[in-house]
């Protein structure tokens, strides 16, 4: 069984296998979100995520003919590295499952760590049923990176930080896949102060906590669209995380790639911070509005990793603009004659905004001989900057599409 006396225990184990990472006041956020905004930042932590604390703690207490098997996981990328490093420390071989989707920076990671790769088609889940097939096949030790209480408690000891440090916290905001996280963090935090609320955040894409809370009982996602949230991307939870949340846990919300892409977004221009898209999930529940109840509240948000692939950060923080209004892409119908390409440029700038592409499209089916399509990108401030660029096209007589 979970108990407080374990995660206290994994605490003493893991004192000089991880660093304690200090809560992070964020003025900015905090002004507007409308609450005491902190941040528990998992980031910096060793292997980059919160999953080397339960994967560390597991594998501390197998017994040395555990060990002789080796291990093995399946993960989308934190928890592989997480039990690959531990692995590599205690001396054991490991094989790590990992979907194909996985981004290439925590594959690498993962076997800079010494651990064997196996990439699997398709998801977590499925990664997950090749691990099991490979653990009856060749009798390896199975670190499961949720569904197993000394990984939970491992990583309740996040909570136990957090209210050394903020005793005095209202609620904290969890990124939810499996429910290993909040699970812990729930357990811990609760046993100690009841009144603390607990939230748990899931990307859109995979529900399966929020929707088994609804339900009452423990449901499966059908259908799992991609996400930039891939390390919170999970089918199934496990009945032992679900029971434990469903007794602990104060409510789940979930949040679209857009939210979360705007909340990578600020935490890199606001707070310096560089977090994947499962770690911000937390913090774009509190940026979109999810737990209005918190408003005026202290709340620490729990930024649980960040081995974000480098090669789609870009792309990110494009959306993030988007989503956030400092970027917009305006479509225009414009007769084809000199001088215009010089008017929208000069109304455009005379609002304040900055056209960084232009487009520009002539032969089209529908379209008059003498008529063109000009898509521009601009750089603005914000929605109502927008609008104001917008009006002042339509007050010059150029028809805006979209």
């Known amino acids: 069984m ?6 206290y225990h994994a605490r003493y184990v893991l004192s000089d296998a991880i ?51 080796g291990v ?32 290439i920076s925590k594959v690498e990671a993962t076997r800079s760590y010494g651990s064997e790769i196996v990439l699997v088609p398709g998801v977590y889940d499925d990664a997950h049923t090749e691990a099991e097939r490979l653990r009856q096949e060749h009798g390896y030790t199975f670190i499961h990176p949720f569904d197993d209480e000394c990984v939970i408690a491992g990583q309740g000891t996040i909570g136990l930080e957090i209210l050394d440090e903020m005793p005095d916290v209202d609620a904290i905001i969890v990124p939810v896949g499996g429910g290993g996280l909040i699970s812990g963090i729930a357990y811990a ?41 891939d390390g919170i ?13 469903r007794q602990y846990v104060d409510g789940v919300v979930s949040v679209s790639d857009d939210e979360i892409a705007a909340s990578i ?26 737990i209005p109840e918190l408003k005026g509240k202290k709340v620490c948000c729990v930024i649980s990793g960040g081995n974000i692939d480098v090669t789609i950060l870009s792309r990110i923080i494009y959306r993030g603009l988007l ?47 003498n008529d063109c399509y000009v898509k521009i990108e601009v750089e603005t401030r914000d929605q109502e900057h927008i609008d104001t660029i917008i009006k002042a096209l339509k007050e010059k007589n150029i028809e805006v599409i979209y």
């Open 2 to 7: 979970l108990t407080l006396d374990k995660i």
């Open 19 to 69: 660093r304690q990472t200090d809560i992070i006041h964020s003025a900015v956020l905090s002004s507007e979100t409308g609450c005491e905004l902190y941040l528990k930042p998992e980031v910096l932590q060793i292997t980059g995520s919160f999953k080397i604390r339960g994967a560390y703690y597991k594998i501390s207490q197998l017994t040395d003919e555990e060990k002789a098997r």
């Open 72 to 103: 093995i996981a399946c993960s989308a990328g934190n928890h592989a590295q997480g039990v690959a490093l531990a692995s590599k420390r205690f001396g054991i071989r490991s094989i790590i499952c990992m979907p194909d989707t996985a981004p």
């Open 189 to 229: 935090v609760k046993s100690l102060n009841p009144k603390i609320k607990i939230y748990g955040v899931e990307s859109e894409a995979a529900t399966s906590m929020m929707d088994s809370l609804i339900t009452g009982k423990k449901v499966s996602v059908e259908t799992m669209s991609a996400t930039i949230a």
């Open 233 to 245: 991307a999970v089918k199934e939870t496990a009945q032992m995380t679900y029971d434990i949340c």
């Open 265 to 290: 977004l600020a935490l890199i221009e606001k707070q310096k911070m560089i977090s994947e898209g499962a770690g911000a999930a937390s913090l774009a529940a509190m940026m979109f509005d999810r």
């Open 323 to 369: 989503m956030s209004g400092r970027a917009c892409t305006l479509t225009l119908a414009i007769g084809d004659r000199p001088g215009q390409l010089r008017d929208i440029s000069g109304i455009v700038a005379s609002c304040g905004g900055n056209i960084t592409e232009v487009v520009h499209e002539r032969a089209k089916t529908g379209m008059s001989i």
